[in-house]
């Protein structure tokens, strides 16, 4: 199964996120954003089939969107496609991609519903909480 990663390594979500595609046995293909950019095409045919809006998409932390006044409710979605192009870092992430669907992968254990197959259990996440029980189900 193919799957790719829209991935910034700063970000402990991301890496994650990263991490449970490797140890659930795949070899995804990694899109650091940062450094690719967007183009507006794919940022659009992203949104539409995780089901975001470019609001919904905006990471408002850690980011300049306030300072560039993109959290007023008024800012249109071509205003912040447009930000989001300039300012890669705008985007949140990881966007994941497989034959299951696309999704914004926070939290990290959204990715589980794209994966056919999971990690071995018991499994943690970076931070040492626990994600998978040693049958390998969702920890609750």
């Known amino acids: 199964m193919a799957v790719v990663i829209h991935h910034n390594p700063a970000c402990g979500t991301s890496r ?13 293909t990694v899109i650091e954003y940062l450094d690719t950019g967007w183009t507006r095409p794919q940022l659009l045919a992203l ?20 300072e560039l006044g993109l959290l007023d409710p008024s800012t249109s979605n071509d205003t912040l496609l447009d930000a989001m192009l300039a300012h890669p870092v705008l985007v949140n992430r990881p966007i994941v991609c497989t034959p299951r669907g696309v999704r914004l992968c926070r939290p990290s254990e959204t990715v589980l519903d794209l994966l056919e197959v999971w990690p071995q259990g018991p499994y943690t996440k970076e931070d040492g909480s626990p994600l998978l029980t040693a049958e390998g189900t969702r920890v609750a």
């Open 16 to 28: 994650n996120v990263l991490q449970i595609i490797r140890d659930a046995g795949y070899q995804p």
């Open 47 to 66: 949104f539409a089939a995780a089901g975001l809006t470019p609001r919904t998409a905006l990471r408002t932390t850690k980011s300049p969107a306030e």
